[in-house]
């Protein structure tokens, strides 16, 4: 039953189809879990003892820092795959992961700075996590670049999948940062063994951020796969039939 499952999914006229179907349920979802998300963080949340009302960046901050490292390993996955089983929808799956996760990183670092500032007093310091997560950016840029730069894409798709395995490296430098260098960062508060040491009434909306963002990039992630199909499939019958029908 899964092997009859993992197949077609394989197939990318069965991806195409079936991704149809996904995104708009997922993309309704996004809308509602944002939207509790926002109110319950922005309206229902008490101000810190210490930030005031200014630590509530936290809840855009921390999910795109977390998604900006979780994409980049659905990004290698998904590379490894295509380049051990020559899978195209894995290959797929990780070039278009690649701006997306380039945009969370973006986003991480821009809203760091903007909390930065009146909590450390600067924009920026070349502390451990800073600047891992600054050479994430880079890494997804590159991945893009590469891609861009090579015509057949199936070469292409195996040289970003080598990159993207060689920047993994990089993913538990950027986790592990503040418990191996003095940083400015303060230690994890949400995955602590023993109990989180946030509030349950800031911990609620940070984990429905959490759960907005992965949704957004899961139906962002099938919109511009299902293009990148399109594109490599476009010489193919069910392509031609579905470009009929329309």
């Not at 999948?161 to 960062?185: K, R």
Request: proline residues 4%.
């Amino acid at each position: 039953m899964f092997n009859n499952f993992f197949h077609k999914m394989a197939s990318p006229k069965y991806f195409y189809r079936i991704s149809g179907r996904l995104i708009p349920w997922l993309a309704i979802a996004f809308v509602l879990v944002t939207l509790a998300g926002l109110y319950y963080g922005l309206v229902k949340a008490p101000p810190d003892y210490q930030q005031g009302d200014s630590y509530r960046i936290m809840f855009i901050h921390v999910p795109a820092a977390w998604m900006s490292m979780f994409v980049y390993v659905v990004m290698a996955t998904a590379g490894a795959i295509g380049l051990i089983w020559r899978i195209k929808l894995a290959e797929v799956v990780a070039i278009s992961s690649a701006s997306i996760g380039a945009w969370f990183t973006f986003l991480a670092l821009v809203t760091g700075s903007i909390w930065g500032k009146p909590m450390w007093g600067t924009w920026w310091v070349w502390d451990a996590r800073l600047t891992s997560e600054l050479i994430l950016l880079f890494l997804y840029l590159g991945v893009i670049a590469l891609y861009n730069a090579i015509d057949d894409k199936r070469t292409a798709a195996r040289a970003v999948a080598i990159l993207a395995l060689v920047g993994v490296i990089n993913i538990p430098i950027i986790h592990y940062s503040v418990e191996w260098w003095n940083t400015l960062h303060q230690g994890p508060t949400v995955t602590k063994l023993d109990k989180p040491s946030i509030h349950l009434s800031m911990l609620i909306p940070l984990l429905l951020m959490a759960v907005s963002f992965k949704l957004y990039y899961a139906f962002v992630v099938l919109m511009r796969a299902r293009c990148e199909v399109l594109e490599r499939e476009r010489h193919t019958g069910w392509v031609r039939e579905l470009a009929e029908t329309k």
